[in-house]
């Protein structure tokens, strides 16, 4: 029988090493002073073996709704081919998901996209104030140690965060082949919606399917609140499905994301604010 998650017994939270020796976040190292890093929020599927998958069957770690599919590859080519820093997340979505404020309610999903969770169903505050502590913390902990770090050596680096969506909702094709989030801070995002546009063929959105006007998200807690330059991909995810995809996606990125850096005030503190601030 399911064991539900706050039933589980903890040992007391280690850093960024939670029970089992999992990880929080992968780091990949590169040049701080290029100014740029890349950052990953839903780059794994794994939930920890005590949480017993969350009562859910295997197929449902191969959807979206426990990670962004084919991010993860796409967001090492880049850190890898232009030498810049990384995080990655260590943990799937449906355990906690970092890409949400500590006060959103969907910080914890009890249903996703007609899945319902049953290792969240009778989650409480105590098993959600654990799982920030040893997962969800030590990822933006991380985040915010190489942005201080590049601040630190006199050049405050972008940020440039990789997702992916579903190429159909409601069994409707969504156009786009990629679309770029952001909130009111335009130095990133508008050269890099330029510069898509300008390739044949590919339909670039702008803040769709999902808006990056979301108060506490990653960007808004590491960009928006920080000053700092930032945009956010959206690749739908057949165009990153195999190894051919990610190569073509990362190098077209990579090219993009040089060019970008070139941008007068890019390393720069700025505070643009958020629409969201009230």
Known sequence: ?????????????RASRPAGGERAFERIEGDLDKGLIIICDHAS???????????????????????????????????????????????????????RGPEDPTLVMKLSDGAVVPGNRLVDEAEILYRRANYYDPYHREIDNLLDEGIARGKPPAIFSVHSFTPFWKSVLRPWHATVLWDKDDRLPRPLMQALRAIEGIVTGDNVPYSGELRGDTLYRHGSTRGLAHALIEIRQDQISDEEGVARWAERLSTILADCLEQPGLNEIRYYGSKTDK
């Open 1 to 13: 029988m399911f064991e539900p998650a706050n039933s589980i017994s903890h040992p007391a939270p």
């Open 45 to 99: 599927n794994h939930v920890p073996a005590a949480y017993r998958d969350l009562g859910l069957p295997p197929a449902e770690f191969e959807r979206h709704i426990a990670y962004d599919i084919g991010a993860a590859d796409v967001a090492r080519a880049i850190a890898r081919s232009l030498g810049v820093p990384a995080v990655l997340s260590g943990f799937s979505r449906i355990l906690i998901d970092p890409n």
